[in-house]
């Protein structure tokens, strides 16, 4: 059997005008683990903007380990993300944890995320397939490729040509770093499917000294980008503090990523 995900005819994922992922230009998502004020956002986008980041993160609702750790602004989070997207001129990337969120995101977020621990989530994934947005899909922790391909052909089979797919960090027996990160997913995903991919070495590393090393080598694997967790202030992140990086690394991460360096 020929999957969708082998060929489909969609490698190049356009967002709007001016940004399409997959093709010859790196593309750089950045922003807050996770939405904490209005002021510090918008502060952090203009940044962003300014230095070239394609897309801006922020997490609203928050799929923490624990039921007591702060799960996020919600709906009041996802406002600030579309007014600041509308003040700076830059597409949001915002993680949707369940389906009857939707309505809220739909007309409002350029790509929609579904974050490592939905990958599985199959009837989330038919459900966004019958969309026509751009889906960002994170590869589980605990996914092996085809079961990350065969996730994405739930979306694709639906009709939405539309799939990103991110690698984030798998677990192994290594503990003194949060997850490994699996740069061989690159050159695999680009040989056995058509789709777009993107890495995320925040999660993976959950250290921020890692951050702009494994960056440069996602980027010299063919990584067609980089979502990286970054803002003004990272010593007051709300949430994933310890891989927060400040804007002057992320500069020259751009900088590298886009061929300035
Ligand atoms: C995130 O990107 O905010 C996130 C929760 O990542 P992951 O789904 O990869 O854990
Ligand atoms: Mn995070």
New binding site residues.
């Given amino acids: 059997m020929k999957y969708l995900y082998e060929n489909n005819n969609n490698r190049e994922v356009r967002i709007n005008d001016d940004l399409v992922i997959g093709g010859n230009r790196k593309v750089v998502m950045a922003g807050p ?1 996770t939405v904490s004020s209005y002021s510090e956002l918008l502060a952090t986008a203009l940044r962003l903007k300014e230095m070239g980041v394609d897309v801006l993160r922020g ?1 609203v609702f928050k ?1 923490r380990k624990s039921p007591y750790d702060y799960q996020g602004l919600g709906e009041e989070g996802l406002e600030y993300l579309i007014e600041v997207r509308k003040i700076v001129g830059i597409p949001i990337v915002v ?1 949707l944890t369940d389906i009857s969120y939707l309505d809220m995101y739909i007309d409002n977020v350029d790509i929609i ?1 579904v ?3 939905n990958m599985f989530n199959y009837e989330l994934l038919k459900r966004l397939g019958k969309t026509n947005k751009p889906i960002l899909l ?1 590869r589980s922790m605990s996914a092996t490729y085809e079961e990350w391909l065969l996730a994405a052909e739930y979306i694709l089979k639906e009709g939405n040509t539309n799939v990103i797919l991110c690698e ?1 960090g798998i677990r192994t027996f290594e503990t003194s770093t949060r997850y490994t990160l699996d740069l061989q997913a690159i050159p695999y995903i680009h040989k056995f499917s058509n789709l777009p991919i993107i890495v ?1 070495p925040s ?1 993976a590393a959950g250290n921020r000294y890692m951050i702009e090393d494994m960056s440069r080598a996602a980027i010299a694997a063919g990584s067609d980008g980089l979502i990286i967790e970054a803002e003004l202030n990272p010593d007051s992140a709300i949430c994933d503090r310890n891989q927060t990086i400040d804007l002057d690394t992320l500069d020259r991460i751009v900088n590298y990523s886009k061929g300035n360096n």
């Fill in positions: 683990c997490g799929p993680e995320q974050g490592a621990k994170k984030r995320d999660h």
